[in-house]
């Protein structure tokens, strides 16, 4: 399969800003000129979506890890097929908020599943694409999932507050309860980060490690240098 754009993950743990960063890569790179995809795990499709709900509600109880796996697999493969490669096919930068690094730091190193589960299903449902450039973000894990925790509780009461107003669906579609991973304990996210560290060490030359402790303009900017370094992409910063 030929691929001519090329493909940027994002990862981290909870709160690091992957969101903003995106957004802001994504903006700079169309200032300069460049066609730009951005996406989302799990989600970025239709049938993904739904199973975002399922996987991150904190109603839903009692998902084995197994399970959990394999949905954020099944979402992974409807989405490679449905938009990640037509875009890369098309000669398109694709953006995508978490991949394949996540499952593998929060389900193979954080549920405990290992490394090799995560692997191999990468290599049966994703046919073993792999991103041109991934950029993990990298700050203090109380500091972060603390920051996930305030923003999704935030979020969460909107969701309730617009489910019993209908002139506020809106808010209740595009909030909905997204706590399940951040209820999970500090064992739990020290595991996520070592499962990252790990990925980094046996990757140097796709991930790259970037601080995301100070303000975002200045993740930006750093964001912004290693894209132009590892990838030749001009961005122009905002
Ligand atoms: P995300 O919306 O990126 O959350 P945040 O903005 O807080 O980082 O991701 C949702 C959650 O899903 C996050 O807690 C990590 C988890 N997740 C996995 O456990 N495995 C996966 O493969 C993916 C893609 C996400």
Redo the contacts with the bound molecule.
């Keep these: 399969m030929s691929r001519r754009g090329k493909f940027i993950t ?1 990862e ?5 800003g ?2 903003t960063q995106m957004r802001k890569l994504a903006a700079a790179l169309r200032a300069a000129g460049h066609k730009v995809v951005e996406t ?4 970025g499709t239709a049938a993904g979506e739904k199973i ?1 709900r399922v ?2 509600d904190s109603a839903t109880e009692g998902l084995s890890p197994l399970a ?2 394999a949905l ?2 099944a ?2 493969a409807q989405h490679i097929a449905e938009v990640i490669q037509p875009a890369l096919d098309h000669g398109q930068i694709v953006l995508c ?11 193979g190193s ?2 405990k599943l290992g490394s090799e589960a995560v692997l191999k299903l990468h290599r049966v449902l994703c046919g073993d694409l792999q991103p041109d450039l991934t950029i993990l973000l990298d700050s203090d894990p109380a500091m ?1 999932v603390g920051r ?1 925790r305030r ?2 509780r935030r979020a969460s009461h909107g969701a309730i507050k617009g489910g019993n107003d209908s002139s506020n669906k809106n808010t209740a579609k595009h909030h909905p309860d ?1 706590n ?3 209820q ?1 304990n500090r064992a739990f996210f020290t595991r ?1 980060q070592e499962g990252y560290q790990a990925i980094v060490a046996r990757e140097p030359q796709r991930i790259v490690k970037v601080d995301a402790s100070g303000a975002p303009a200045q993740t930006h900017r750093r964001v912004v240098g290693v894209v132009g370094r590892k990838l030749k992409l001009a961005a122009r910063n905002s």
Excluded at 12 to 16: A, I
Excluded at 40 to 43: A, D, L
Aim: glycine share 10%; net charge neutral.
């Design positions: 994002f981290g743990l909870d709160g690091t992957k969101s989302r795990e799990p989600g975002r996987l991150l959990e796996m954020m697999f979402s992974r908020d978490r991949f394949t690094d996540s499952t593998e730091a929060y389900q954080g549920r972060s996930a923003r999704n997204e399940r991973f951040e999970q996520v």
